[in-house]
C-alpha cells in the first residue's frame, strides 16, 4: 500500500515509541499532522477531525504492544485513523444519496451517450496553475454525499486497494467499485463547468 | 440544429452498436474502472477500446474524466506535500495529557 498524502514513506516498527516520555512525545509530534489532515479530510470539521485523531492516538497506544508488524507500523496508524473517522461520521446524521444520480452520465433510448461537445477544454495543468482551482476543487469534492466521497478519498487520494476499503467500510469490493466510478463520473459533472472554461 | 444534428448521429451509432463487437455507450460505462485499472484484457479491451475510436461523445467523455481525477489527486495530494499541516499545539499537549493518565 502507498500512502499519497505521507510526508514519509512508512515508519518501522523500530520507529515506534519505546516508552520513554521523550519518545512518546516525538512519536505525537511527528505523526499528528498526517493524521489530522486525514482525518480533516474524511470529517469535513476541524474539531471533529481533532477528536478522532486524540482518540485514535489512544487505541493506538494501547495496541502497540499488540502490533505484530504485519503489516508497516504506517499502514497500522493511518487504518486506526480511518476506523476512528468514521465512526464518527457514522453517528452523524444520514445524508440523502439519491443527489448523485442527477450527477451521473446520461444516455438516450439506444445507450447512446447524451454528451455536451467538449470544443476546447481546459487542462489540468493550467488550470492548477490558477490560485482558486485547488480550493475550488476541494469544495465540490465536499459536497458529494459521503457514502460516494468516502470512497474516492481512500482509493483515489489514499491509494488503498479495492480490498482494503471494502473491508474497512465493511462492503463488498463490487460495490466499492461501483461507488468509486459514480463518484468520479459525478465529480467529472460537477467540474464541468471549471474544465470548459467558464467557472471561477 | 446542432442538437437535431446530434439526435441524427445518436440514431445511427444506436444502429452501429447493434454490430457484432460493438457495445453502447452505456456499456461502455460499466467498463470505465476496470479499463484504467488496466483489468480489461483480450476481446474486452479490444471492444472498449473499438467502441472509443468510433464514439466521439465516450472519447470526449472519458478525456474529462481522467482530466477530473487528475484535478482532483493534485488538489488533495499535492497541496498537502507542498504545505505540511501545521501541527496544533493544544492536540499534541492533549494527546500527551491523556497518555499520562493511563
Ligand atoms: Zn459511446
Partial sequence: MTLANSPEQSVSSAELPDGSDQSIESFVRSHTGWMLSLAKRILRDDSDAEDAVQTAFANIFKNLQAFDGRSTAKTWMHRIVVNQALMTLRKRRPQSEEEIDELLPVFDANGCRIEDDWANPETPEGLLQRTQTRSHVARLIDALPDSHRIVLILRDIEELSTADVAEQLNITEANVKVRLHRARAALKKLLEPLMRGDAL | ?102
Fill in chain 2, 1 to 102: 440544429m446542432i442538437t437535431r444534428r446530434k439526435k441524427v448521429m445518436r440514431r445511427i451509432h444506436g444502429a452501429m452498436f447493434k454490430l457484432p463487437l460493438m457495445i453502447t455507450c452505456e456499456a461502455f460505462e460499466d467498463f470505465i474502472l476496470a479499463y484504467l485499472d488496466g483489468e480489461l484484457k483480450g476481446k474486452q479491451k479490444f471492444i472498449f477500446e473499438m467502441h472509443l475510436g468510433v464514439c466521439r461523445e465516450c472519447r470526449d467523455y472519458l478525456r474529462a474524466y481522467k482530466s477530473s481525477m487528475e484535478l482532483t489527486k493534485a488538489t488533495l495530494t499535492n497541496s498537502e506535500n507542498a504545505l505540511p499541516e501545521t501541527v496544533p499545539e493544544d492536540l499534541v499537549q492533549a494527546v500527551l495529557a491523556a497518555r499520562g493518565q493511563v
